[in-house]
């Protein structure tokens, strides 16, 4: 599985919201919350919306995010470990722990929205390989 470079990690952590931008349409890039666990980039859904991005993941897993101006592809990996979504909800409750954004943790912990723990994981774009030169021929 590939992960992020160590420095886009702490630059994730950093940031209160993360551009995503769910499935392989264009559309505009959304803010959600963000969470680092064991250097491992995590989201939740708050509103599960029929339309939202989470659904759009179980449909079409590709997506981008945008961090800072700079795009990253990612793939969108359903969480089943309930270690892992336990970690993710104490992060959550550790980041975003202001009077305004606990009510929004506290939903974000429990029943469908902790299900929907979903980790994202950067995809490798395969470098183009240089094409042989032509062989000079005698003549």
Known sequence: ???FPKNVVK???NSKILGLRAG?????FIGIWVVVVEGRVFVRSWSLKQRSWYR????DPTGRINLNGREFAIR????????????????YRAKYSTPGSLA???DMSKGPSRESTT???PVQIKKAHRSAR???TST
Not at 24 to 28: I, L, N, Q
Not at 56 to 59: A, D, G, I, R, Y
Not at 76 to 91: G, H, M, N, W, Y
Request: net charge positive.
């Open 1 to 3: 599985k590939q992960t």
């Open 11 to 13: 630059e994730i952590h």
């Open 24 to 28: 392989s349409t264009a559309h505009r």
């Open 56 to 59: 759009t993941f179980l449909e």
């Open 76 to 91: 969108a990996i359903q969480t089943r470990s309930e270690r892992l979504k336990d970690a993710v909800t104490e992060a």
């Open 104 to 106: 929004y943790v506290s």
């Open 119 to 121: 980790e994202l994981v």
């Open 134 to 136: 032509p062989r000079k």
